[in-house]
């Protein structure tokens, strides 16, 4: 609790943290989400999953992180729809990609128990699920027509920006959570606190 004077450590706990789902460039190659781990310890990924469909057996894309996959605490990490554009566009590699674009970069396993679709994020209106191990979901964010996991949803945001949670640990599954962020910053998350508004 915040009262004792000792923190006690939370458990690695792992948290959508931007989204770019409406890229300048060609869709959805253009697209690509990051991960925070908000705990104290680090997490074994390969059991997670990520994608765009809500409900297991729909037409939409899950993903499985390939096997080793391991985030830090504190670690922020980026899965990139084609590690190419993504380079071109922040001069940085991905840590994991969902087309095999680039030899050195894992490539993210489709989820076929889950759905056998592509994650290709819709603009108008979509989500983004993280589910665990037991296909639970661990966090979700919706946007413009979506009111899947966050409702109502957070609100769409100008071609070329992002969505970022802000402050990135805190998880109150409302729009309240999220701000349009332009420019993205990929692998970065905003630790300073918000200046309370009198």
Known sequence: GWLTA??????????ITEVMYDPAGEEPLGEWIEIFNAGDTSVELSAYKLGDEEASGGPE???QFPPGSVIQAGEVI????HTDIFYQLFKSLPDYELQDAHEFIPE?????????????????????????????RVDAVSWGSSAYGIDPPVPAVAEGHSIERYPPGIDTNTANDWREQPPPKPRRVDLTLPTPTP
């Open 6 to 15: 000792t923190p006690t450590p939370t458990p690695g706990y792992l948290l």
């Open 61 to 63: 894309g899950m993903f």
């Open 78 to 81: 980026v899965i990139a729809n």
């Open 108 to 136: 993210m396993i489709e989820y076929v128990a889950w759905s056998g679709g592509n994650i290709e994020l819709s603009n108008g209106g979509d989500e983004v699920v993280l589910l665990n191990g037991f296909d639970q």
